[in-house]
Structures are given as structure tokens and as C-alpha cells.
DNA sequence: AGTGAAATCGTGGCCCC
DNA sequence: GGGGCCACGATTTCACT
């Protein structure tokens, strides 16, 4: 029963404009009943949106780090993120537990243009920086083990279905 | 000219099943014309595929975290990517500069989860680990700033078509 | 929830500019 | 490289189960 929606979300995330044709065939259904499934699963939020991949080497960005930064003075408002927001070089900004507020990961075209955007988030959001550089990217993005919750994200309730729950304090 | 190829980038990273009809409207050309430029943007790389972008919360993986590997005897053949491969809560796998030899981003259910992945992970691949919890996601997968190579990732002139990136020195 | 059919719209090849 | 045309296929809705 979910076992299709499984195979829909894995479908489409390896494929994000397949048609509901070939989707259809994939999961053994008619046309109809999958784009309805794909249409809840869309308003239930498990689907949240589709994008193109894009190749960074060809969009000439190349170089690629993740950036942990601190700030200079820990009595100041924490409003890192926003303040950094107007970057375009920063793909992605994680709150981090451990010695660093922050964990940012940037994409450049070079060393002068990463040495730039460090300057620029040093003095955006008045933190010092940690950098670690990626020299080369094994995988990325993957595609995850899909094991979808009955009723989406809801209900705080049970346990789920694999590994004997998260959390039960 | 390119401009134009910056605009179909950035409304196909935005949403990536967009029509060639809507896309047309937006960049302001005829049907045609988007088709073929997309079509180019295909083959040359610069668009790599399609993916549906999923909620982690809703496929019950709400907790992300960086995990720094090292290996526990440096002089032992370093595989660890291919190693970790089939561990499906590993999202991306980076090799970097620094102490570390490669950092890993995990989704997890929960501490357990990520206790028993973390388990795995230094098993599998005889390395030792640094993890760092996300606590929250301000923002992640951000569309870049497109500003594309007039002819795509291709000839640099001897040098491959990798890393030959932006160092005018 | 799933099916099948029907109207609408998008797609993908061609030819002309 | 852009525009317009046209046959085919996909999307989306509806009545039925």
C-alpha cells in the first residue's frame, strides 16, 4: 500500500520530471492513481519541491569548503544566518552542537574568491572563521532510504517503523 | 545572450518541473527557443538531471549530522568512500584538507540511529570519528549564483576540464 | 482508492526566417 | 539562434466502481 509511495518518492528523486505515464508503469498502477498519490504526497509535504541538478564545475564554481564560524563576541545576538543570508557563495548554513555555532558550506570559483567571501562573512556577521577545504566530492546528495511515516510527518505519537524509535525521552 | 541561460538555470533549480511554456514566458523567448537552450544546457553539463527535493522530517530522518573520519592506521589503502557506500543514512561524502580525511553528512532517525551509523561507519571502513549534531537548518541547497562559462566545462587548453578553475595567480 | 475515457495542454520534431 | 507549426503524448478532471 505505502510501499508504493515509497517506490513514487524513490522514482522521483532519481527522476524529478518523470512523467506520470512512465510512473504509472513503474509502480504497476493506472495514471490517475498515481498523480493522485504524487498530489498527496505533495500536500502532505514528503515532497517539498523539485529542482535541477546543476554541475558547480560547469556554473564555475569549483572550489568547494565548509566554513565553521564563531563568534567574536558570544554576548551579542546570535543572528548569524540572516546576516550572512545576502551571500550568494553560501549553499547551505547548519546550527551546530559543539565548538562552533555554525557550520556553513560555500562554493567559489577559487582560492581568491574563498579568501574574499571569509573576509565577507567575518565581517558580516562579526565571526571568526574555520575552514576546511574539499579536494574532491566521493558523493553527494543521495538519494535517501524513503520509509515514509503512515500519515506523513504528524503525530508525535508511536514509534515508527524502523529502528525501534527515535528518542523516547 | 547568456543571460538568458542564467535565467533558465536559475527558474529550473527553483522549480524543476516547470513547462517549456511557462519557462518561456518567464525568460521571453518563444517555446522553441527555451526548448533547444535547455536541451543545450543538458548535454553540456550544466544541467545534470532532476530531483524531487523531499522533506527529511517527513520521511522520518530528522536528524542530520557531520561526521569527520580519520583512519584509525594511515598507512593501510584508503577506501573508506566505497567502504561507507552502502550505508544509506550516509547523504554526501566529502574528501578534505585538514585533519580529517573525509567528512560525511548523516540523516538519522535519532541518537540511536546515529549511535549504530556511527558503529557501522568505524567498522566498515577501520576509522575513527568526530561528529557534529545539526541542531536546526537555517538554510540548505541554496541556488547558486548562475554565471555561466560561454561554452560550458569543456577544453581548457591542455589542462583537464576539472579544477582547471578560475586561479589567474 | 483505483480505473478508464475525454478535453486540454505541453512536448519534440521540422521547416522557415 | 529564434519563431511557428503540427502530430503525438502527457496532464488533469470526471463519472464509475
Tied chains: 1, 2.
Excluded: W
Aim: hydrophobic share 40%; net charge negative.
Amino acid at each position: 500500500m505505502e510501499e508504493i509511495d515509497r517506490a513514487i518518492v524513490a522514482a522521483l528523486t532519481a527522476d524529478g520530471r518523470l512523467s506520470y505515464t512512465d510512473l504509472a508503469e513503474k509502480v504497476g498502477l493506472s495514471v490517475s492513481a498515481v498523480h493522485q498519490r504524487v498530489r498527496r504526497l505533495e500536500q502532505r509535504g514528503v515532497i517539498n519541491g523539485y529542482t535541477a541538478r546543476v554541475s558547480f564545475e560547469a556554473l564555475d564554481l569549483p572550489l568547494t569548503a565548509f566554513v565553521a564560524i564563531r563568534p567574536f563576541d558570544p554576548s551579542q545576538p546570535d543572528d548569524a544566518p540572516v546576516r550572512l543570508a545576502h551571500l550568494p557563495e553560501i549553499d547551505s548554513c547548519y546550527s551546530v552542537a559543539g565548538e562552533d555555532f555554525y557550520l556553513l558550506l560555500v562554493r567559489v570559483a577559487g582560492p581568491l574568491d574563498l579568501e574574499r567571501v571569509l573576509q565577507e562573512i567575518r565581517t558580516s556577521a562579526n565571526v571568526t572563521t574555520r575552514t576546511t577545504v574539499v579536494l574532491s566530492t566521493p558523493y553527494e546528495h543521495r538519494p535517501p532510504k524513503v520509509a515514509l511515516d503512515p500519515a506523513g510527518p504528524h503525530r508525535v505519537r508511536g514509534a515508527s517503523a524502523e529502528s525501534a524509535g527515535s528518542q523516547p525521552g
